[in-house]
């Protein structure tokens, strides 16, 4: 009832008087009736309306305006934290040097406002949204803080007064429950509606949230009070059910209590389901394995019935009755607003607005400690709405927009960690979620296989939907105290080991025998990206706590977890000590754990190796499938899987790319290292060759039989096998290299591979994938690295235009001492960057003078190894890898197949690390051994140093029948019956030998491993399968039988190294005995094979006197070099071999070379823009051009002949419509681009506004005939024509453009718009200018100089202007001329040739005709510099095709005919006061011939006259023309002059006019002309206020001469350019003061250089055609002439052409447009983008500002450059062009401190403008030629 009236009322009062009822001390009335008032206002029924927000504001306000008050609640804010939310793609800023926590990131306010000069910050993108922590002590350093939050600003706010907020707080709670009912209202399970509803939802509630948000921007005041309504249980209670009374109300409670049912991890029906429900309780916490694997074992035998259905459902893990905390699996109960707010965000799937407002509260401490404890209560529930969501993605970044903000605080991670039992929720969480995709795994036992593993294919791994919680899981772990609390927690521990051995075996690959795979899937993506991210990325958390000495327990608990879940995994896939053939994983992450926590316990904390290392049998199971990887990489890369498609090779390459290699390879191979170190060594190095299958090859036999490998793919694995061992006895990545060396020998070997940008070296650089890791990117010992090995190479230009960025390049020294080609290996994606870095360090040794010839990788010293790996020394000692050493020289050096220089390469290598890492126990000084005694065995002890000289005499063998030994054997038995008894006896001395070593290789790694491992001999014999040849698979066509043979060897190693250097340097003594007196292996570090074996021999030599007694002795008999196989001619046969294949390659070089000069030379006459050379393709300007006709070569059919009317030949020219004339300004200094709201760019004084401005002036006086004959167009839009300088005959051309028409694939061009690049040099062209039959230039009796006087040519000019055009007869040649006029119009636009009054008519054409003529010699004089001063030499002379041009535009001029009546030749050359009275009636008078653009006039005569034309009457129109010219300076001078000079200068004018030749003085001339117009009233009476301003100074007799001069340059410099193209005048250069002079002596202009005057000549009285001249503008004094007056004074000089200036720093300009708004359409545009010729601001892309299908961006090209427009994208830093209907990506002009680009702004470090490239792009603008220099053009269909 109360309330009714109240509604009535209105707000403000009512608010008030409420206000003033509720702050008496009895206030229950006001209570009761603010209660009524409510309920009616906010009825839950009502939806939401705005009407009930007004109430809100108008009570809130409590009388005052809402604006008022909240002008007052914000003057108490109390906030020291910004706080600032924002969502995703705001551009915000992370400084590295003020972070504490790596996800700090600041508002662009707070960054700018804050001093971060010489910090190591950058600008970025927001993925998932964020919030600014300026003023946030705990995630940034103080000293980072801007100016608003440094000062702790809520010591000095006063208190809040209580009655401000007193409604508030009795208004907010109803306000927040309406909004909740109306959510439950809303909301509907997704099974039963489409999910659209909740956006519905969503929208309505938009205002209200949108009110929160505005609440809680009010400043800290309004969110105390917010937080204390959100936070407080009681009134929860109260409103949350509702009174009793209202049914809604109850009905709107149920269906909450509804939707919580499924809230928890475990929903009801399961528990009630549950087996042993009744004694397990239901909310059991961390989920503990029992009994480990006792219970998985139950569990999966019944499970087996039901197949694959049942792993993988909840049943799996039984859940431990130890549990901390139920909540987890319980369903959640609400106790406050905050709760079931979150509650009902989690439910609507995060939207934003819910999600701002969530955060904006944030900076309130308490509600910041309350909130984060309901995110984690609610954690379970985000994960299972998670997995169900459609917009996962979304979902996701929301989440983790929130979580960052709560969890990157220490203290806040830690207090819940303590309190809410984070750690366990999040890894039970993570467990569940994994457990939805389980799969059993197939890995080597398959069908007894109890392991499960996760499936890639599912949606889960695909989509990264896990991401969130690993990346909060992650952020908690780089807190020191919440690491430490979960390795300390051992049954969390075991949980998270058995969460990583889900990923262990998973994305199984089997190789493909038969046939190629069908289906190629792509899963593997997500298996390393799920490696990588959750079980990596956490072990690299957790290591950067284990760093001291302190923590070594962390560590060994950790090594205890992986060694125990490792054995549990080998039990579960049955394994027992064979690997299953054709399977490979590369997913280890228990491997790789157990490794990393190894090493960083050796390296950091100096626990003893052994301590933590298990039983030998453990050790073998573990080195299996780490080896396995290393194998199959060899098979992949020999070609192996090639059935299974690409993706196997992309798994071996993310493998060893550089962000997996230091969590996968790297770890393998140091777990390899380590099992090395600890197992017998002949059995780790014969379990190498078997895994890689290289076992059959090692055979000293010619021949063998190989049942694993093809013979092509033998050499490959063999090279593999050798390079594995090499890098596992080399590496020292994690034996003993510090962090420095490390990071020097990473940034070492990427250099050598390529020159590398800094960005791209961080990449590449693999630094500890952990944010708070020890080497950051860009930390400063990144940059101290780098310098001191590399060298900064500036970003240089290539004369084809591409850009280069700054590179860095490495030092000579690197290249001399630390180039290591094993790292290089290690690292390198493809094998061709191996190559690259071989390539160019052959190039330095090259450059250097060290070596010329191809060398081979260098031998590299390394570290000395920590003293607990000391046992991986013993790998080069031992008896079984120096048997295969052996056996490989003897076969290199006997040419048998599938050896190669790699094989020998890494054999010395292994040579050689044996030689400088010697046994350290038995230190006896080695005898002689004596043979007799080592009966068993190969050598006589394990050193390889007292092994190498050890002669070896014969060998057993199994061979093919067919083997050449056979052969031989049995010729020597039918030469005589029996050997000598030496071999007899020797031979059963080989049998006993050979019998028991290399060939059972397979034999002895088995009895090695029965050794170790004592089991019964029943189990042994089954696990050694028969390897005997009659258990192989014989292929029908079976090969022939092996039988035995004995070989005579009698070598050692030493010999055999010897031979071996003979058979490289082709010479019999190769090695002198005086070589080894004088040897230092010092020398031979850089070399071919040949110093590789020296340096080993001299080590060899140098360790030991008994190698070196040996070596003299064998240097000593210089044996023939192979006495067993063949006899010496073979062998020369395989040298000349060599040196053939030596000398093809070097002939190959050669031409090479040669043909890379040639290029050269031809790109530089075809291609380059600015090439100095004048001899063109058609040598326009040759003297020697005689009356022969001219010859053009055709470059399509190669025949050379005349031009002629039937067959005429053509230039290939590209014609373009171009604004760079009109984009001409007066002044020399570029406009500046603005960067503030009060700079502007005023287009009007450009050269094209200029000429409109004055067209359009004389078209509203004069006749339009007469207005279109009087000036040119052309400046905007006018057809520019440039040819790269070949012809072709214009038939072959069409059948050219036929053939690409139809050939489809070149899709850079349109062939229908006639475009086509020159068959020859290929520069883009689209038409084809003909070349007018007869000769080249108008030479003998054209050029002589007649003495005929100047009235006489006068005469004849007009006479020749009489004549009427003849019309050619129709012709192949007129046809192609009319073809290529009809192109010429339609390269621009209509707008750009109508400027007449009446469109269509023939004036108008006239006018196109003559401006483009005009256009074109315009651009050349700007190309040339805006002056002839350079003279001929200049690009645009050597291929112009302005001859043939003005041949094609004079022939079609010379259609239209001028009446003679009004040609201007009469008035120019004859008095003829007569006319005066012909204007009368409606007529126009003509354009007044002082008004007229002089040049226009010159080329209308030269283009109307009949061709070719005599060069005297070209003289004659140019003088007569030029006098036109000088009088208009006179005039124009005249009126810039104050009233009093003009006085002065009109005396001594009046006063000369008497003296002889005073027609040839300035002042006489001057004074006529002044006096003349004088007589007209407006001439200088107008504009006398301007005037004054402009001739502040005083003018000088000097200054008058050079205005002058000035004044008639443009026309000079125009007819000059005429006169050389039309000729062939050679123009020669000069210094700019003497231009003027020199151009009047070439045009003829008789005089000297003293005076612009000396140079008229008159051909009647000049007085009096001057004053007719001026008699024509005084007859206009009538009209009203104030503008028409203007056109006196116009300056014919304009600058050269500019692009606008560019502030120096990229921010000045991203900060200012990224966020303005487009002036057309008033939005922020997506993606804004800016003209840099003129500066408008233009949305890319943008729908919004589309006219008729065109987008923005080609409307503005349109408009601005006529087709042509140059773009900077804002948020890209990227420059496009746009060019007609193609465009191009041209780079960026912004450049980091690095010299690289920053494309998209991805890495966000400050750009600087490079001057350089800014030049570059403004000359390719100038020069028109983008097309010809960007290579990369496409289509752009009109959408830019």
């Known amino acids: 009832m109360m309330a009714a009236s109240l509604l009535r009322r209105d707000k403000r009062s009512t608010a008030a008087h409420l206000k003033a009822d509720l702050k008496r001390t009895d206030n229950s009335s006001g209570l009761r009736q603010l209660r009524e008032l409510l309920d009616n206002v906010l009825h839950p029924e009502r939806g939401s309306e705005p009407e009930a927000l007004e109430w809100c504001k108008s009570l809130l306000a409590g009388g005052d305006g809402f604006d008022e008050f909240c002008r007052t609640v914000r003057s108490y804010d109390n906030a020291t934290l910004c706080g600032l939310v924002w969502t995703a793609n705001f551009v915000a800023y992370r400084c590295r040097t003020c972070g504490i926590s790596p996800c ?35 995630v940034m350093r103080e000293s980072g803080f801007c100016s608003r939050h440094r000062l702790q600003t809520g010591e000095n706010v006063p208190s809040v007064p209580l009655d401000l907020l007193l409604m508030s707080e009795m208004v907010l709670p109803r306000f927040i429950i309406s909004i909740i009912q109306y959510l439950r209202d809303g909301y509907t399970e997704p099974e039963s509606a489409a999910d659209r509803d909740l956006q519905k939802v969503l ?200 979580s960052v903000q709560l969890f990157s605080n220490e203290e806040l991670a830690r207090h819940v960690t303590e309190e809410c039992q984070l750690l366990d929720i999040m890894v039970t969480v993570l467990l569940y979620m994994m457990e939805s995709c389980l799969i059993k ?156 926590f190894l090493s960083k316990g050796v390296k950091c904390q100096g626990l003893d190796l052994d301590s933590l290392l298990p039983d030998q049998e453990m050790l073998m199971k573990i080195m299996v499938h780490p080896l396995q990887i290393q194998a199959s990489l060899s098979e992949i890369h020999s070609n192996m899987w090639v059935r299974n498609g690409l993706q196997i090779k992309g798994q071996a390459m993310t493998y060893v790319q550089s962000h997996f290699c230091n969590s996968m390879i790297d770890p393998d191979i140091y777990l390899l290292q380590v099992c090395a170190s600890r197992l017998d060594p002949d059995y780790f190095i014969s379990s190498v060759f078997e895994r890689f299958k290289v076992v059959d090859l090692l055979t000293m036999a010619s021949q063998h039989q190989n049942a694993v490998l093809d013979s092509e793919q033998e050499r490959p694995m063999l090279e593999g096998a050798l390079t594995f061992l090499v890098i596992l006895s080399s590496l020292r990545v994690h034996l003993g290299m510090s962090d420095d060396e490390i990071l020097r020998a990473e940034i070492v070997s990427q250099l050598c591979m390529n020159d590398r940008t800094h960005s791209s070296l961080l990449d590449l650089i693999p630094e500890n994938p952990n944010p708070k890791s020890g080497v950051v990117p860009g930390s400063c010992s990144f940059e101290e690295m780098l310098a001191a090995v590399a060298d900064f190479k500036a970003p240089v230009f290539e004369p084809g235009g591409s850009m280069q960025q700054g590179m860095y390049t490495p030092k000579a020294e690197v290249w001399e001492k630390e180039f290591d080609p094993i790292m290089v290996i290690l690292r390198t994606v493809y094998r061709r960057d191996v190559q690259s870095a071989m390539d160019r360090y052959g190039a330095f040794l090259k450059q250097s003078g060290v070596h010329t010839g191809n060398p081979w990788p260098p031998y590299k010293e390394r570290t000395p190894l920590h003293p607990c790996y000391k046992g991986l020394v013993r790998l080069l000692h031992c008896k079984t890898l120096h048997i295969v050493i052996f056996t490989l020289l003897y076969k290199i050096w006997m040419d048998h197949q599938n050896m190669s220089e790699h094989v020998l390469c890494m054999v010395l290598y292994l040579i050689e690390l044996g030689l400088d890492n010697p046994v350290q126990d038995n230190q006896v000084e080695e005898e002689p051994c004596i043979e007799e005694h080592c009966h068993d065995s190969w050598f006589p002890g394990t050193s390889l ?528 006061q007569s006319r005066d009275n012909e204007y009368c009636g409606d007529e126009r008078p003509e354009v007044p011939m002082l008004f007229r653009d002089v040049p226009s006039l010159l080329i209308i005569f030269i283009l109307t006259m009949p061709q070719p034309l005599r060069k005297e009457h070209f003289t004659c129109v140019v003088k007569v023309l030029y006098s036109l010219q000088y009088t208009q300076a006179l ?117 000297s250089a003293q005076s612009s005057a000396a140079c008229l000549e008159w051909n009647i009285s000049a007085f009096d055609l001057i004053s007719q001249w001026c008699s024509e503008v005084i007859a206009l004094s009538d009209t009203p002439s104030q503008q028409s007056v203007s056109l006196l004074g116009q300056d014919p000089q304009w600058a050269a052409p500019r692009l606008l200036h560019l502030p120096d720093n990229y921010n000045t300009i991203f900060q200012f447009y990224h966020r303005k708004s487009c002036t057309s359409c008033g939005k922020t545009p997506k993606d804004p983008a800016l003209c840099l010729v003129c500066g408008a601001f233009v949305c890319l892309k943008g729908h919004c500002c589309k006219q008729q299908g065109v987008c923005e961006c080609v409307l503005h090209s349109q408009h601005c450059g006529a087709a042509t427009g140059i773009f900077l994208l804002i948020n890209a830093s990227v420059i496009i062009i746009i060019r007609g209907h193609r465009f191009c990506l041209w780079g960026s002009v912004y450049l980091d401190a690095h010299g690289e680009e920053d494309r998209d702004l991805r890495r966000g470090k400050p750009l600087y403008l490079c001057e350089e490239r800014y030049r570059v792009l403004e000359q390719q603008w100038v020069s028109h030629t983008f097309d010809h220099i960007n290579k990369r053009w496409g289509p752009h269909y009109n959408g830019l």
């Not at 804050?114 to 003023?135: E, W």
């Open 104 to 138: 700090m990131s600041l508002c662009a306010e707070c960054f700018n406002n804050g001093d971060h000069t010489g910090h190591d910050f950058n600008m970025f993108r927001s993925q998932a949204g964020g919030a600014c922590d300026c003023g946030d002590g705990n």
């Open 203 to 402: 929208q309505q509630l938009d205002l209200h949230i949108s009110f929160l948000e505005e609440l809680t921007k009010m400043g800290g005041a309004m969110r105390t009070v917010l937080t204390k309504i959100l936070t407080n249980q009681q009134i929860f209670k109260e409103l949350s059910m509702g009174q009793e009374e209202s049914v809604y109300a109850k009905s709107n409670y149920e269906k909450y209590l509804s939707a919580l049912k499924s809230s928890g991890l475990v929903s009801v029906e399961e528990k009630g389901a549950g087996a042993g429900a009744s004694d397990t309780p239901a909310g059991a916490g961390a989920l503990g394995l029992l009994g480990a694997a006792a219970s998985l074992e139950d569990s999966s035998k019944e499970e087996d019935q039901d197949g694959l259905q049942g792993v993988g459902q909840r049943k799996r893990v039984k859940l431990s009755s130890s549990s901390k905390d139920p909540s987890i699996m319980d369903t959640l109960k609400h106790k406050c607003f905050l709760e079931e707010l979150l509650f009902w965000t989690i439910k609507y799937e995060f939207p934003q607005k819910m999600v701002t407002f969530l955060l904006n509260m944030l900076p309130d401490q308490d509600y910041k400690i309350t909130f984060t404890k309901t995110f984690v209560q609610h954690y379970a529930f985000i994960m299972k709405t998670l997995m169900k969501s459609h917009e996962s993605d979304t979902m996701s970044n929301r989440i983790v927009h929130i």
């Open 441 to 596: 795994s197939q890995l080597q036992d398959e069908e007894n296989n109890r392991h499960v593993v996760v499936n890639c294919g599912e949606a889960l791994l695909k989509n990264n939907t896990y991401w969130p919680l690993v990346s909060d899981f992650i952020n908690i772990l780089s807190h020191q105290s919440v690491a430490k609390r979960f390795l300390e927690d051992h049954s969390l521990l075991l949980l998270w080991m058995s969460f990583v051995s889900f990923f262990q075996g998973m994305n199984l690959n089997k190789r493909e025998l038969s046939e190629h795979v069908e289906f190629e899937s792509q899963t593997y993506y997500a298996a390393f990206a799920a490696e990588l991210e959750a079980c990596a990325q956490p072990m690299w958390g957790l290591l950067t706590h284990c760093k001291v000495k302190e923590t070594h327990e962390y560590t060994r608990t950790v090594v205890r977890y992986c060694l125990e879940t490792l054995q549990m995994w080998f039990d579960a896939i049955g394994f027992v000590d064979e690997p299953a053939l054709h399977q490979l994983t590369f997913h280890l992450p228990l491997h790789r754990y157990y490794a990393m």
């Open 945 to 1472: 140093l007292s092994n190498l000289h050890h002669v070896i005499n014969f060998v057993r063998v199994r061979v093919p029948e067919t083997a050449p030994e056979v052969e031989r054997k049995r010729a020597r038995e039918r030469e005589r019956e029996t050997p000598a008894s030496t071999s007899s006896e020797s031979s059963s001395f080989g049998q006993n030998l050979r019998e028991a070593q290399v060939f059972s290789l397979v034999a002895e790694r088995r009895r090695k491993f029965q050794e170790i491992i004592n089991r019964s001999n029943h189990e042994a014999s089954q696990a050694v399968r028969p390897k005997s040849s009659s258990s192989r698979w014989l292929p029908p066509g079976s090969p022939p039988q092996l039988v035995t043979e004995i070989l005579e060897i009698g070598e050692s190693m030493l010999s055999l190294l010897v031979k071996l250097h003979q058979k490289l340097s082709g010479k019999q003594n190769s090695l002198s005995l005086s070589w080894l007196a004088e040897v230092d292996p010092a020398h031979h570090a850089h070399g071919d094979g040949l110093t590789a074996i020296e340096r080993v021999l001299a080590k060899a030599a140098a360790r030991s006197r008994h190698s070196k007694r040996c070596l003299q002795e064998i240097c000593g008999q210089v044996c023939p070099p192979i006495p067993l196989k063949k006899n010496s001619p073979g062998d020369k046969k395989s040298m000349d071999k060599e040196e053939r294949r030596q000398r093809a390659r070097e002939r190959q070089q050669k031409l090479l070379a040669e043909f890379a000069s040639r290029q050269k030379s031809f790109m530089e006459t075809a291609m380059d823009v600015e090439s100095p050379e004048t001899d063109s393709v058609m040598d326009m300007g040759s003297a020697e051009a005689l009356d022969s006709e001219v010859l053009y070569d055709c470059v399509i059919c190669g025949q050379s002949g005349p031009s002629t009317e039937d067959r005429p030949t053509g230039l290939v020219v590209l014609l373009q419509a171009s604004s760079v004339l009109g984009h001409r300004c007066r002044s020399d200094t570029p406009k500046r681009l603005p960067t503030t709201d009060e700079e502007h760019i005023s287009p009007e004084d450009t050269c094209g506004a200029t000429h409109d401005v004055r067209l359009s002036l004389m078209q509203r006086y004069f006749k339009d005939s007469s207005c279109l004959q009087s000036v040119s167009i052309g400046w905007v839009g006018g057809v520019y024509v440039q040819t790269c300088g070949h012809t072709l005959h214009i038939d072959c051309h069409k059948s050219y453009m036929e053939s690409l028409r139809n050939d489809q694939v070149l899709q850079g061009f349109s062939v229908d718009k006639g475009e086509f690049t020159c068959p020859l040099c290929r520069q883009f062209a689209n038409s084809v200018l003909p070349c007018r039959p007869g000769r080249g230039m108008e030479t003998g009796a054209w050029h002589t100089p007649s003495n005929k006087s100047m009235s006489t040519l006068v005469k004849e000019v007009e006479d020749l202007q009489e004549q009427l055009g003849i019309f050619p007869a129709e012709s192949n040649l007129s046809k192609e001329m009319e073809s290529v006029i009809k192109d010429i119009k339609n390269t621009t636009q209509k707008k750009y040739m109508d400027y007449g009054k009446n469109p269509g008519s023939p004036d108008n054409d006239f006018l196109f005709m003559y401006s483009v003529a005009r256009t074109n010699l315009e651009l050349e004089l700007v190309h040339r510099g805006g002056n002839l001063c350079s003279g001929g030499a200049s690009a645009a002379a050597k291929r112009s095709c302005l001859n043939q041009l003005f041949h094609v535009l004079a022939m079609h001029m010379r259609l239209y005919s001028i009446d003679s009546a009004y040609n201007p030749w009469t008035r120019l050359t004859q008095s003829t």
């Open 1531 to 1647: 005039a124009a001078l005249s009126v810039r002059f104050s009233p009093e000079e003009r006085l002065v200068w009109s005396n001594t004018g009046a006063a000369k006019k008497n003296t002889p030749n005073s027609d040839k003085s300035w002042e006489s001339l001057l004074g006529h002309v002044i006096s003349e117009l004088t007589k007209a009233k407006d001439v200088y009476g107008t504009n006398s206020e301007e005037t004054l301003v402009l001739s502040s100074s005083v003018w000088s007799p000097q200054s008058i001469e050079f205005s002058l001069q000035q004044f008639c340059l443009p026309f000079l410099r125009l007819s000059c350019l005429l006169q050389h193209h039309l000729y062939g005048d050679s123009l020669p250069g000069c210094l700019v003061e003497e231009e003027f002079s020199l151009l009047a002596g070439c045009l003829g202009l008789a005089g």
